[in-house]
């Protein structure tokens, strides 16, 4: 998969939830490994933030996130549609504190998303990719938030609150592709008990029927509901009648299916999309953002993740199709088998056995492989992507000519499984390929190194 942004740009208007008044939202194309940036055109110097979790600073009703001066809420729906629609680089112009909160759903956003159209760019997409389970729960409240290991990213939603209208509900996304007609169109909700309490905070003042279901379910004295539709600038409704205040739900559970639509938003903010199952119990802003930014520290900790490896999948380049690609033979060829390719990425895997015959000399009573080696092994991995280009592999050949940025952080030993990821540094130019080079054992890097090669076509 590679990385994609919106082909044309497009504008959205619409009321702030909280602040009441008119916003612009401006979405536009954005270069490769540019992330969701947000841009505050109404401040001096159209200051710009990376929408992700290192920021949030705020989850009482939305998700804010706050640098310095510059602050925004009430992202996370239009996050979630981005996820959804699998746009990766965006710029997002806007000129007011928050984004328009539009119908209270992540639907508008969708559609403007389909109109403008998706343009896919050179770049390869990069996943986080759950290895164990990791969980993130605040038990003054009950909420709970967990990810488990799974070959596709999926949401499963269970709410529940003390209410005769609203009790236990659950709602599950399996395929991101069913977001617009399953999840994208349900709106946020609000109980009437809690708009009272968020006027006399100063918020919600752009919030009506229109744009959120608002829930009914403990009865008040008539003056009272009316003085609260007043406030809020809607008509009166009878006092003794419970339930939900709009005409009608689009689902029996839209509000379990908006608080997934939330969770999407939120676990956006690791900056990058997830291949795992989300299962969240009482979700809300702070449980799900708090799992981002858990996230978002494993993120930090390296690099680069290390790349799967599922030993029962056939190998796309076995020994043989390698050996007819590249000339080293015993006891030099140091790739034993190649499991993702692409364009611009190559991931090949060494088996590294006691019997290896460097092991004689070093060291033979603490057997190491020499780092140098580890080198070439991954020079080999990249040989092949750039060799895969040629429709006679076999007439050319690699030279180094530049080793740059050299680390080894750990000790490879026999019994290891060496996993290298070379990745295209730029485009390859009158026969030169520059490459970054990582070497993963257990998941972790054991080494790096920068390559410029020569391919020269043998005599």
């Not at 729906?77 to 746009?87: K, N």
């Amino acid at each position: 998969m590679q990385q994609q942004t919106l082909k044309t740009a497009f504008s959205l208007s619409g009321k702030g939830l909280h602040t009441g008044v008119k916003v612009n939202l401006h979405l536009k194309p954005a270069p490769e490994n540019s992330g969701i940036v947000i841009k505050r055109i109404d401040l001096d110097g159209q200051p710009e933030l990376r929408a992700i979790a290192d920021y949030v600073a705020d989850t009482q009703r939305s998700t804010v996130l706050k640098k310095g001066n510059f602050q925004i809420s009430t992202i996370e729906h239009v996050m979630s549609a981005l996820y959804a629609c699998g746009i990766d680089n965006c710029m997002l112009e806007v000129d007011e504190a928050e984004f328009p909160i539009l119908d209270g759903s992540a639907q508008p956003i969708v559609e403007g998303i389909e109109k403008a159209g998706i343009e896919i760019q050179n770049a390869d997409k990069e996943y986080f990719v759950v290895r164990s389970r990791m969980e993130y729960t605040l038990p003054q409240t009950g909420a709970k938030i967990c990810v488990l290991p799974d070959d596709h990213f999926s949401v499963d939603v269970h709410i529940g609150f003390n209410s005769t209208v609203l009790r236990n509900q659950f709602a599950t996304l399996y395929n991101i592709d069913d977001f617009k007609t399953e999840i994208g169109n349900a709106r946020t909700f609000v109980f009437v008990k809690e708009i009272l309490p968020l006027i006399k905070q100063n918020l919600i003042k752009g919030g009506d029927l229109q744009n959120a279901i608002v829930i009914y379910d403990e009865l008040l004295p008539q003056s009272e509901l009316d003085a609260i539709a007043d406030l809020m600038g809607q008509p009166r409704c009878d006092a003794d009648k419970l339930g939900y205040l709009n005409s009608s739900l689009i689902f029996d559970n839209e509000p379990a299916r908006h608080k997934l639509l939330d969770v999407i938003g939120d676990i956006s903010l690791i900056g990058m999309p997830l291949k795992g199952k989300v299962i969240a119990t009482y979700p809300g802003h702070c449980v799900n953002t708090g799992l981002a930014k858990l996230i978002r520290k494993e993120i930090k900790s390296q690099e680069k993740q290390c790349p799967e490896y599922n030993e029962n999948i056939p190998p796309l380049l076995d020994i043989n199709q390698i050996r007819q690609m590249l000339p080293h033979r015993y006891p030099f060829l140091l790739i034993d088998k190649v499991i993702e390719i692409t364009d611009r990425l190559v991931v090949g895997v060494k088996n590294v056995s006691g019997n290896e015959p460097f092991f004689v000399g070093h060291f033979p009573t603490e057997p190491v492989m020499p780092g140098v080696l580890i080198v070439e092994a991954m020079a080999q991995t990249g040989g092949l992507l750039v060799l895969r280009k040629y429709s006679d592999p076999e007439k050319y050949s690699t030279y180094f000519m530049k080793i740059d940025n050299v680390k080894f952080r750990n000790k490879v030993v026999p019994g290891d499984t060496v996993i290298f990821r070379l990745q295209l540094m730029n485009e390859i130019r009158r026969g030169c390929a520059q490459m970054r080079g990582l070497a993963f054992v257990g998941g972790k890097i054991v080494a790096e190194a920068e390559f410029m090669a020569q391919i020269t076509k043998n005599k």
